[in-house]
């Protein structure tokens, strides 16, 4: 009796029809989109820590993603270890070794709530047997990219999938490596720039590795290739807030909570009134910073904004977390905002429990909030004054906040701090008599600094 052979995977077989009748027809082969084979001990360790199940957060690459385990290691446990990640990369792998790896693996063992994928040096780096030639063109490549979204999102529909440019090559923009990566990406832009295809989001944070004239420093990649620790750290603090928005980490600076105070409704309801007349195209939202516009910075108002149309959604002592309750119950149904400033977080510094990212990731939860709210509004958000007192933490955050928004449209992140110092880069109370509330001089300043910037965005 003949020996009944296993079904093979259905993918297997419709790639094995396709090359066939390729070759048949006589188009040239694409090797970018051909299963080769990765059976391999690293490979069955990937099967068996599948088989295990209870992965949340699925990583899928070659060694740039799978040298998180050696350069990347200690990052990697700051921000993973504890996620329920699993690292399904093999150095060495192109297109083909993943789509080999996807369709012979336990894929249905787990259910990832978000899929980081980042894949194709190795098509153009490697060459083709016998050949001088590149294995698979920038195009030939992205066709190979495609299908394994295209099968991560059969196998996943409701799974995230943090689509990531491949990263820059070669140590400057002219080299050849660099400028077929280049083509790599700005075939992955057309297909799926702006979110064009559900649940996958195409994102570059290439430009943070690279010097302004486009080299890539031996400090971030020793290899021009491979990150060193200090690129995974960018790396992994670049992703970290679409990673925490989907895993869905929430704390109190995410979490939208009142104050409980007669003052604080008063004035909150006072605000909604003013809303609900609507004729507004300015929202400048913050703390008591923002609040005092009403105050020291009245005069200054009236000189800056007075024709803005502007409303003053400052409340006294808010964090993060007051001001997302707010957004949600404000009546904003009769505006139509051309521009909004966002200036928040110096409250929830005096907390000395409160670690910088959660705070980066409450400002972030605002833009978002604003973002739905009004498409096409510009945002600025400024980083967080200076205060002698809480400066570390306010650096912290300040650290952060242009990673935590950058992959929001139509946002930008404001660095007007040093407005507020002396040539010897010191807070005075010439400018700040508490050093954290500005007066008139400091609203002056402050206004002189957006000036350029909110004549262009509200007119």
Not at 167 to 194: H, Q, S, T, W
Not at 345 to 355: E, F, H, I, K, L
Request: charged content about 25%; some cysteine; overall charge negative.
């Amino acid at each position: 009796m003949k020996k009944k052979l296993a079904p093979l995977p259905f993918l297997t077989v419709f790639l094995g029809l396709l090359i066939a009748f390729s070759s048949t027809v006589g188009f040239a082969q694409n090797l970018a989109v051909t299963l080769e084979d990765r059976n391999i001990d690293r490979y069955k360790q990937q099967k068996e820590r599948m088989e295990q199940g209870d992965v949340d957060l699925l990583w899928v690459g070659d060694s740039i993603t799978h040298f998180w385990e050696t350069n990347g290691k200690e990052v990697w446990d700051q921000y993973y270890g504890n996620r329920k990640a699993m690292n399904f990369a093999i150095s060495g792998d192109r297109t083909g070794h993943v789509l080999w790896r996807m369709a012979n693996s336990p894929m249905d063992k787990i259910s990832p709530k978000m899929t980081v994928v980042m894949i194709g040096t190795n098509n153009i780096g490697h060459k083709k047997p016998n050949s001088e030639e590149m294995h698979s063109t920038p195009e030939e490549t992205v066709e190979g990219v495609k299908m394994i979204v295209d099968q991560l999102k059969e196998k996943y529909p409701t799974t995230k999938i943090l689509l990531l440019e491949v990263f820059p090559r070669g140590n400057k923009p002219d080299d050849r490596y660099r400028v077929a990566v280049d083509g790599i990406n700005k075939g992955l832009e057309a297909i799926y720039a702006n979110n064009a295809v559900e649940n996958v989001q195409l994102y570059s944070i290439n430009d943070l590795f690279l010097e302004e004239d486009g080299t890539l420093p031996k400090e971030i990649m020793p290899d021009f290739l491979h990150p060193s620790k200090e690129g995974y750290e960018i790396w992994a603090k670049a992703i970290e807030p679409m990673i925490a928005d989907v895993l869905g980490d929430n704390t109190i600076d995410t979490t939208p909570a009142p104050v409980e105070a007669d003052w604080w409704r008063n004035r909150f309801n006072e605000k909604n009134e003013l809303l609900k007349q609507g004729d507004i195209d300015l929202l400048m939202i913050g703390d008591s910073i923002t609040h005092g516009w009403e105050g020291a910075g009245a005069v200054v108002w009236e000189k800056y904004y007075g024709d803005k149309k502007a409303i003053n959604l400052g409340i006294g002592g808010d964090q993060t977390q007051n001001v997302l309750w707010r957004l949600e119950n404000y009546d904003f149904s009769a505006v139509a905002p051309k521009a909004a400033v966002l200036l928040i977080g110096v409250n929830n510094t005096w907390s000395n429990d409160r670690a910088a990212k959660d705070v980066a990731l409450g400002q972030r939860r605002i833009v978002q909030k604003l973002r739905a709210q009004f498409p096409d509004m510009k945002i600025f958000v400024l980083k967080v004054f200076p205060c002698v007192s809480q400066q570390a933490q306010i650096d912290a955050i300040n650290a952060l906040t242009e990673y935590y928004v950058r992959d929001i449209d139509n946002v930008e992140v404001l660095d007007i701090g040093k407005v507020f110092l002396n040539e010897k880069g010191e807070l005075t109370k010439e400018v700040m008599p508490d050093l954290l509330h500005p007066n008139g001089v400091g609203y002056e300043s402050w206004g002189a600094a957006l000036y350029l910037k909110l004549e262009e965005a509200t007119k």
